[in-house]
């Protein structure tokens, strides 16, 4: 070997930024994954909102709608109208619900 401190140099400034290297690589690939995992939740969360402007837009604009959703929601009947509630075997029912023989 002709020059074996330039050879310890090299090896000594390779290793040197081998350690301030690796932690910032590794640490940039962190990064991307969590900034896909969040433009993931956020493409989610743009469809949900879309979702939820058409059902905000239904509600304001189409009585037919409107009524449908508040009928089922709080179980509301029209006048002389009668509502059935199928039950399935082993299911619970309301204490108030009537028995049918």
Known sequence: MKHPRAVLAFGLLAGLAALVLVPSVLRVGGLKARSRAIEAELRKLKEENLKLENEIRLLRHDPVYLEKV????????KENETVYKVVRAG??????AQEIL
């Open 91 to 96: 299911q619970e029912t309301s204490p108030d």
């Open 70 to 77: 508040a009928r089922r929601k709080f179980n509301k009947a």
